[in-house]
DNA sequence: GCCGTTTTCGGCCCGACTGTTTTCAGTCG
């Protein structure tokens, strides 16, 4: 079962996208749009809130509150309802092909009946476009392929992957004579989980030579667009890359407008209008004269309209732009910060490198300590006995590892009914516990709400590992309350991972947004495998930025005697 | 439909590229 949230969330986007289809106001299209990410990603629960606490929610008006309420009542509101009867909902899918709006889709229904892709398809074979304005044979050609495209994936990629194709984009672009500054932005720049398409900003005083040298990178599949100051290319990695160049004295502007989101830019650009100024990527303007005030770099932009240099990852429009005009943004948590991994593995269990390897692997990191935590026992493929565990803590204790503590830990496996693999006495013995589901992820909402509280309550379990247990793509987060798990591990001081394998990225921002706001602490752990993975710790530290975490708030950027004390979780 | 340092009406971000247009609409980010 969804969080109320999210379906209204999802039905005002439905709205919004009806709204465009039919040729509505785009204003009131946008107004929606706005309410449903402010719904979504809000930290009450609209279902328990009134038309009053609904219309605290900014962009959430008296009419939208009367919609939410309807909803909530009736499962549907009448007005969206309205609009379905006349517009299947074929038709909004026929939007999702690359280059096909709202306003072609509308006309592909009205004139031609078209309500599906398939539909489209047949459609464009049989060359019933060829009468419609507006679609030549170019428009034709493209649609073919954007559903080819479409069919073949058309989705977004991990954040490893999209980072390797970046760094070597801007790696073989930076080479090129003439690019002054070479760096990406987008949503990877702001650290989103998963990645869409890539954005390569570049400054150069003539953009040929780095389009040209652009267009014949190695992997670039496909030439999408082919302009002078942007050019777009697909790339056999799955991943399209978007390159923009301007004038180096832009780079400022340029970057801010590139890195988005879209919904920052545009609340960025409204405090400009409201200053009567316009703010676009080649600089911050007077909005009368057109003189440029403004554009060398971000803090010099922010600075201009009143804000504080805005971190990437917080540029979501979920509250940085009011938090930056009260100065009052997080300072937040960074790799830097990050004093040791809590959570990784070795060849004990199925880890690929040794006990040594690993430990060597992490004090070259840095760091000040780390922990083992290989699987206890319940997780019977890996063949954990209380001897080997026992055998593998006197090499932890023998192992010198130059100015970084070792500490001996387990990830325990949290059972059905919330128990673990061994009782109090044995786990006395570990420096820590992490706990994680591994098995039975459909127990129902009540039963797993009641296992994971159950695992924060044993005074042994310090942190919960990968919360959710959702792997990116391939398996949904589980169905607990999480409001309920998270009050549970503020009272009885358990910790929520924020595992940082690309594939997890569990918790995410949005439940981590929601986890502190009930006093929890956070360890973001690499959950390594191999002595590469230590390097993801980079991804969750992004995802914890993403949810506004500070070091006050990540408990393996303590210091190791603070640490220790959260550890005992009470316990005499 | 929302909102307010141009306030209760009249605005609402801005520019690049494409394809089909003879001057611009649609799409995208």
């Known amino acids: 079962m969804a969080r109320a949230n999210d379906e209204v969330s999802a039905l005002f986007q439905e709205y919004a996208d009806l709204i465009s289809i039919t040729g509505g106001d785009a204003f009131r299209a946008r107004v929606y749009e706005k309410a449903a990410?402010?719904?979504?990603?809000?930290?009450?629960?609209?279902?328990?809130?009134?038309?009053?606490?609904?219309?605290?929610?900014?962009?959430?008006?008296?009419s939208i509150a009367?919609?939410?309420?309807?909803?909530?009542?009736s499962g549907r509101v009448s007005a969206v309802e309205e609009l379905r009867a006349r517009i299947p909902a074929g038709v909004r899918r026929l939007t999702t092909i690359p280059s096909l709006g709202p306003r072609k889709a509308l006309m592909l229904y009205e004139e031609l009946g078209i309500s599906s892709i398939d539909?489209?398809?047949?459609?464009?074979?049989?060359?019933?476009?060829?009468?419609?304005?507006?679609?030549?044979?170019?428009?034709?050609?493209?649609?073919?392929?954007?559903?080819?495209?479409?069919?073949?994936?058309?989705?977004?990629?991990?954040?490893?992957?999209?980072?390797?194709?970046?760094?070597?984009?801007v790696a073989a672009l930076s080479e090129v004579s003439g690019v002054q500054r070479c760096e990406y932005a987008g949503s990877l720049r702001r650290g989103r989980e998963t990645i869409g398409d890539i954005d390569v900003l570049v400054t150069a005083r003539r953009a040929g030579p780095v389009m040209r040298a652009f267009t014949e990178l190695p992997y670039v599949s496909e030439v999408i667009a082919h302009g002078e100051k942007k050019t777009s290319v697909r790339?056999?990695?799955?991943?399209?890359?978007?390159?923009?160049?301007?004038?180096?004295?832009?780079?400022?502007?340029?970057?801010?407008?590139?890195t988005g989101s879209k919904a920052h830019n545009i609340r960025v650009r409204e405090i400009a209008v409201h200053q009567k100024l316009k703010l676009s990527e080649y600089g911050?303007?007077?909005a009368e004269s057109g003189k440029k005030i403004v554009s060398r770099t971000e803090e010099d932009v922010y600075a201009r309209l009143g804000l504080p240099w805005i971190p990437p990852t917080l540029r979501e429009d979920r509250g940085e732009i009011e938090a930056g005009l009260r100065d009052e943004l997080p300072d937040l948590v960074t790799e830097a910060d990050v004093r040791g991994d809590l959570h990784t593995h070795t060849?004990?269990?199925?880890?690929?490198?040794?006990?040594?390897?690993?430990?060597?692997?992490?004090?070259?990191?840095?760091?000040?300590?780390?922990?083992?935590?290989?699987?206890?026992?319940?997780?019977?493929?890996?063949?954990?006995?209380?001897?080997?565990?026992?055998?593998?803590?006197?090499?932890?204790?023998?192992?010198?590892?130059?100015?970084?503590?070792?500490?001996?830990?387990?990830?325990?496996?949290?059972?059905?009914d919330g128990g673990v693999d061994w009782p109090e006495e044995f786990l006395d013995g570990f420096d820590l516990c992490v706990a994680s589901v591994h098995s039975h992820f459909d127990q129902g909402r009540a039963a797993l709400t009641r296992r994971l509280v159950r695992a924060c309550e044993n005074p042994y379990v310090n942190i919960i590992g990968h919360p959710t247990t959702r792997l990116i793509g391939k398996r949904p987060p589980i169905d607990a309350d999480l409001d309920e798990v998270f009050a549970a591990c503020a009272r009885t001081g358990t910790a929520l991972e924020i595992n940082a394998h690309p594939d997890r990225?569990?918790?995410?921002?949005?439940?981590?947004?929601?986890?502190?706001?009930?006093?929890?602490?956070?360890?973001?752990?690499?959950?390594?495998?191999?002595?590469?993975?230590?390097?993801?710790?980079?991804?969750?530290?992004?995802?914890?930025?993403?949810?506004?975490?500070?070091?006050?708030?990540?408990?393996?950027?303590?210091?190791?005697?603070?640490?220790?004390?959260?550890?005992?979780?009470?316990?005499?």
């Open 235 to 258: 790339t056999d990695r799955g991943l399209a890359v978007d390159l923009r160049v301007v004038p180096p004295d832009s780079w400022g502007a340029a970057l801010l407008y590139f």
């Open 66 to 73: 009367e919609k939410v309420i309807e909803y909530l009542g």
């Open 347 to 416: 060849d004990l269990t199925d880890g690929l490198a040794s006990l040594e390897d690993m430990v060597a692997a992490a004090a070259e990191r840095g760091y000040a300590y780390y922990a083992i935590t290989d699987h206890g026992p319940d997780l019977y493929m890996q063949r954990m006995t209380d001897e080997r565990m026992l055998a593998q803590r006197e090499r932890v204790h023998k192992l010198k590892a130059k100015r970084m503590r070792l500490l001996h830990g387990v990830e325990l496996n949290i059972a059905p």
């Open 119 to 169: 539909e489209l398809a047949d459609a464009i074979h049989e060359e019933r476009l060829r009468d419609l304005k507006g679609f030549g044979p170019r428009t034709e050609e493209k649609l073919l392929h954007g559903i080819d495209l479409l069919r073949a994936s058309g989705r977004r990629v991990l954040v490893d992957v999209a980072t390797d194709l970046a760094e070597e984009v």
């Open 505 to 572: 990225l569990d918790l995410g921002d949005e439940h981590i947004l929601r986890a502190k706001r009930h006093g929890v602490r956070f360890a973001i752990d690499s959950d390594a495998h191999a002595v590469p993975h230590l390097a993801n710790l980079r991804h969750g530290v992004a995802t914890a930025q993403r949810g506004w975490l500070t070091k006050d708030d990540v408990i393996n950027t303590w210091t190791l005697t603070r640490l220790r004390r959260f550890l005992r979780k009470g316990r005499s």
């Open 37 to 62: 990410r402010a719904i979504g990603g809000h930290h009450a629960d609209v279902s328990q809130l009134d038309v009053k606490g609904l219309q605290e929610i900014p962009g959430v008006g008296k």
């Open 284 to 286: 911050l303007f007077d």
